[in-house]
């Protein structure tokens, strides 16, 4: 409601005998006339047209300056709260009314209701899903990744992106779902998106997780039938937390996780932290705990603790407390500890992007990695114990991911084509399995003959024309994929920075064949941090006061927030 009443004070709420205004009824300021009033200003706006006509030239129609000022605010309002996961109860907030008033200038608006908001979603989401689909059906093939998330109310929920290279050479990557499911139905579930989106003959691979946070989901990728890729951030995240268990850190990170909670728990150390942190000239900030599932959030700990050792020291000296600062000896190991970590939270961050391709740099990110984790002479003892774990560990979980896919994938992307990431040995088989590949697709090509039975004995000698054709042809085909492969690698070795994508639109024609293979093996993500980007929008929309949403709603909310946010058009 308005402060002084509907229709920017032309109007006034009649005031009782006891002096309380009573919001039901109005009274025009102009001619002391009474009406109801029931939030809307429709009958208020022809009054004062009527009556008053020098009065009234802000206020036609409805009662709003325009129709289109009305409707284009409450298509500002559906795009917001899909985008940004808002909750639908918000158009009931007469704050909101009040800001959106003085901001159009519109004293007439009245926020659209609950139900409208809610059906203008469906007609949004229904506008984009249809552009997506129109997407996926001009895929020739399309990745998926998906993972699981249960809700405070402990329901299951799924969800599915989608990844593939269109025929302009461009990276898409969106969601198709985020469902409610039961536990033990993701194949199907996985299986019932592809369906519904009408891709599921153009599937090439699934990324999950690498069985350590859900131990299912790989026997899940078993039974589908297309290719399994593990999380490569998932792999990482093992190593790390295998190799912090098993090292000499334990104690240091102890002592960090004791300062931080000193600062965390209580309100007048929170205080005087920024006090000293402003007063020694540093940027305030709050120390973070780490999650110790979460190495990332460990490796930030670490950082923050650094930057501010100095001020927590002479803030844990002047109080005299029972915590106490690190020694120097404690702060030498923790920036040890941070530069093991800093190369592979690199390394995360430039496999989790789903705007460029990841899947072949995964082999070379590895490769970095490994070398970076080598023993120096000069290593202390802690340090050496955790390169040997980490390298042990990733190791063994690089040989149980797709490293066929990888390989083949890598070989693809101009900037790794020289496979200096893999040992001399293994090169040559690689470009065998692109070889065949190159071969199986020629093979698809070629159009079935059927051949009818004639009684003429001519046939027979013919039969043997024909068959000496074939084998002649298959030496040539050979010798045409051979001589394709040549003028790949042949060509110059793409910069570190340029876009594979881009190299392959400006070459499609040089290299057709090969083309239609690296579009399959590029599209595919290294990780599922697609999927855990939705789940973190998942999260806001279950967690927070919504108008009951239904679990339908929630995809549509999620999804569209996806799709809005990366939408270019």
């Not at 728990?265 to 932290?273: I, K, V």
């Not at 030498?332 to 970590?341: A, C, P, T």
């Not at 399995?433 to 003959?449: F, G, K, N, R, Y």
């Not at 009818?452 to 024909?466: C, G, Q, R, V």
Request: net charge negative.
């Amino acid at each position: 409601m308005e402060k002084d009443g509907p229709l920017g004070g032309k109007f006034h709420f009649k005031k009782l005998p006891n002096g309380v205004l009573d919001k039901t009824r109005v009274t025009c300021t102009i001619c002391k006339a009474e009406f109801s009033y029931h939030r809307s200003n429709s009958s208020l706006g022809y009054h004062l047209r009527a009556k008053h006509p020098d009065e009234s030239q802000d206020y036609g129609g409805r009662g709003l300056k325009t129709e289109e000022v009305s409707e284009k605010l409450t298509n500002a309002l559906v795009v917001w709260i899909a985008k940004s996961c808002r909750p639908v109860s918000m158009v009931e907030d007469d704050g909101l009314k009040e800001v959106l008033r003085t901001a159009s200038g519109d004293m007439c608006y009245d926020l659209p209701s609950t139900e409208t908001i809610v059906s203008r979603l469906h007609a949004v989401y229904e506008d984009q899903r249809a552009q997506r689909h129109t997407k996926l059906l001009g895929a020739m093939h399309v990745s998926l990744t998906g993972d699981r998330w249960t809700s405070v109310d402990d329901d299951n929920y799924c969800a599915v992106t989608a990844h593939f290279i269109d025929n302009d050479w461009t990276l898409q990557s969106f969601a198709l779902a985020v469902s409610k499911t039961e536990e033990t139905h993701y194949a199907d579930h996985f299986l019932s998106v592809a369906n519904e989106w009408k891709i599921g003959d153009k599937l090439t691979t699934l990324g999950t997780d690498s069985a350590w946070l859900y131990g299912n989901m790989v026997d899940v990728a078993s039974l589908l039938p297309f290719e399994h890729m593990p999380c490569t951030a998932h792999i990482l995240q093992s190593a790390i937390t295998v190799s912090l268990n098993d090292s000499g850190f334990e104690t240091v990170l102890a002592k960090c996780r004791e300062i931080v909670g000193h600062f965390e728990d209580s309100p007048a150390n929170a205080q005087e932290l920024n006090a000293q942190q402003a007063a020694h000239g540093h940027n305030t900030e709050a120390l973070v705990q780490d999650a110790q599932t979460r190495w990332n959030s460990t490796l930030e700990m670490i950082k923050v603790i650094q930057r501010n050792k100095s001020v927590l020291t002479s803030i844990l000296t002047q109080q005299n407390s029972t915590v106490t600062m690190l020694t120097d000896q404690e702060l030498d190991r923790l920036q040890k500890l941070e530069e093991l970590l800093e190369p592979c939270r690199y390394v995360t961050e430039l496999l989790g992007g789903e705007r460029y391709v990841s899947c072949s740099m995964v082999l070379p990110a590895l490769r970095h990695l490994f070398w970076v984790m080598e023993p120096l002479d000069d290593d202390p003892v802690y340090v050496v114990k955790f390169k040997m774990v980490f390298t042990t560990d990733l190791a063994q979980r690089r040989a149980s991911s797709n490293l066929t896919w990888l390989k083949i994938a890598t070989a693809l992307d101009p900037r790794f084509k020289d496979l200096k990431c893999l040992p001399k040995e293994e090169r040559r088989e690689v470009w065998t399995l692109v070889h065949d590949l190159l071969m199986a697709e020629a093979q698809a090509q070629q159009p079935s003959v059927q051949i009818k039975e004639e009684p003429s004995p001519k046939k027979s000698k013919m039969s043997i024309f024909l068959l000496g054709s074939s084998d002649s042809d298959t030496e040539e085909e050979e010798d045409s994929i051979g001589r394709c492969l040549d003028r790949y690698k042949a060509e110059p070795k793409a910069g570190a920075g340029e876009c594979p994508l881009q190299w392959w639109l400006k070459r499609e024609g040089a290299h057709a064949r090969l083309a239609s293979i690296a579009r399959k093996y590029l599209s595919t993500p290294a990780t599922t941090v697609p999927c855990e980007r939705l789940f973190s929008l998942s999260g806001d929309v279950t967690q927070k006061k919504r108008a009951s949403l239904s679990s339908e709603d929630v995809n549509r909310i999620v999804c569209l927030s996806n799709w809005l946010s990366a939408h270019k058009d």
